[in-house]
């Protein structure tokens, strides 16, 4: 994976013991992955180990780190363990720390001589969600004979080097990206680019390079929900070396799993065209104009948070709106672009899907008037100011109906603002909002249709200027 604003912390990683000797078939051993941060708190970590598949066999792997948010997965085809965090606030730092133990065994016939475990691939992120320096040295294995580590020295690479190849094909070509001209079709052309990993057979027939044109006219509908924002690709194109591409957004952090559904997708599409083993590379770069809307909305919501949402009821405070009659909850704590992906394009839009029929009949009414995401990071509810209700008892049971869904996907204390609005002018903005709408969605289409259009203003700048980003209701006139 690309690293993007390495700081200056030499962090290291390494397997410890950095060797053995003379083991024999059958004989178990276990190794430590030590992780050291430099005194930096790290919001999550990537690590992958890689090892001989016809020499080695794993046997279990722990997790004993500090951080939550864990997962430990073996890909035995590939000769890999990965363990992933995505830490939760406090971030910790790392010091000499053991956060994976790997517990392998010498299979039978294994031949003597000596084996590296090695990692394919270390990713260490700070706070901010930026890359750390540093290097990560691997370990080596002696069946039947003794290592001499001067002789024969552990592998080491840079914190942030990306996964150079991946294939479920051992044939698959591999040249390197200087060598390789791109072709974006579909989506944004991203500033910079780092290959994750490329699967498949590259195909050998005269028609390929109309093959794979066709194909990916056809996977463009199916890998919809994939695109941003509702999810982490931003371009569909092809390179010079007859690969199809998939390009992901670097600062959202692609999982593994991500990209093999993905590319399950697009092979199910193949064998329909009689294409087995298609070759696919998924790579993750960098674009500036989807990094300024998501930091344009982190400041909004940092802003609020800094006040405290309470504030809108306080005539003292520059957040005093004079028709906000109650606050619930806190604005969420965003600190990187991952993290606003997630509230405002995740969990904000699952919480709007669970709700939306639960308000039907108080919109149909008229004692609500409309519902929105705010820019600012908090659920909107407009209520009619002439509505004869108990405004206490309405808003508390339509926070807790928020509330429950927002439990639902592991949100709490999830923000929203109630305001009195009169009949006319909240017809007047939902109006309004609903033309940005079909402008949005217009917007979408065009990003789907021409090549190169920049798919960052599709959703995200055109829902911010009509202040209303998702919208989970709306008024409905009676005739």
Not at 381 to 404: G, H, M
Request: some cysteine.
């Amino acid at each position: 994976m690309v690293a993007v604003g390495n700081v200056s912390a030499a962090a290291s990683v390494i397997i410890s013991p950095d060797s053995q000797s003379f083991l024999s078939a059958g004989d178990t051993f276990s190794v430590d992955v030590i992780v050291d941060s430099a005194g930096t708190d790290l919001s999550g970590f990537d690590i992958r180990v890689a090892y001989d598949t016809s020499v080695l066999s794993v046997t279990g792997a722990t997790y004993s780190g500090l951080m939550s948010g864990m997962l430990v997965e073996q890909y035995e085809d590939d000769g890999e363990i990965l363990v992933a965090v995505l830490g939760n606030e406090p971030y910790i730092s790392y010091e000499e720390e053991t956060i994976l133990t790997i517990d392998f065994k010498v299979m039978d016939g294994a031949a003597d001589g000596t084996y590296s475990l090695d990692f394919k691939e270390v990713r260490l992120q700070n706070e901010n969600g930026k890359d750390l320096s540093g290097t990560a040295t691997g370990s080596i294995v002696g069946v039947g004979i003794e290592v001499d580590a001067t002789s024969t020295p552990p592998g080491s690479i840079d914190l942030g080097s990306p996964v150079k190849s991946t294939s479920v094909s051992s044939s698959t070509s591999v040249n390197s990206v200087e060598q390789v001209g791109y072709s974006y079709i579909f989506g944004s052309t991203p500033v910079d680019y780092e290959v994750l990993g490329r699967y498949g057979q590259l195909q050998t027939g005269a028609n390929w390079s109309q093959e794979v044109l066709t194909l990916e006219g056809r996977v463009e509908d199916e890998l919809k929900e994939y695109f941003l924002w509702h999810g982490k690709v931003t371009s569909l194109g092809t390179n010079s070396d007859g690969y199809l591409v998939v390009v992901f957004y670097e600062p959202l952090m692609v999982e593994r799993s991500e990209i093999e559904d993905i590319y399950d997708i697009i092979d199910a599409a193949a064998k329909d065209m009689d294409i087995d083993n298609v070759p696919v590379e998924f790579g993750e770069g960098n674009i500036p104009a989807i990094s300024d809307d998501l930091q344009e909305l982190m400041t909004r919501t940092q802003e609020i948070e800094n006040e405290g949402i309470d504030n809108f009821m306080n005539a003292q405070s520059s957040l005093y709106d004079p028709a906000v009659i109650a606050t619930f909850g806190d604005i969420p704590r965003i600190r990187t672009e991952k993290e606003c992906w997630q509230w405002y394009f995740q969990d904000s839009y699952d919480i709007s899907l669970g709700i939306g029929d639960e308000f039907d009949s108080d919109l149909r009414s008229g004692v609500l008037l409309s519902t929105r995401l705010s820019p600012g990071g908090y659920f909107e509810i407009d209520i009619n100011q002439e509505a004869d209700v108990d405004r206490k008892s309405l808003t508390d049971e339509v926070y807790a109906i928020i509330n429950r869904e927002a439990l639902d996907i592991g949100v709490s204390e999830v923000p929203v603002v109630f305001k009195l609005s009169a009949p006319d002018e909240s017809e007047t903005l939902t109006s309004t909002s609903e033309e940005e709408t079909v402008e949005t969605e217009d917007v979408e289409n065009q990003v789907q249709e021409t090549p190169g259009f920049n798919i960052a203003i599709s959703l995200l700048s055109i829902s911010m200027v009509c202040y209303v980003i998702i919208r989970f209701g709306r008024r409905v006139n009676e005739d």
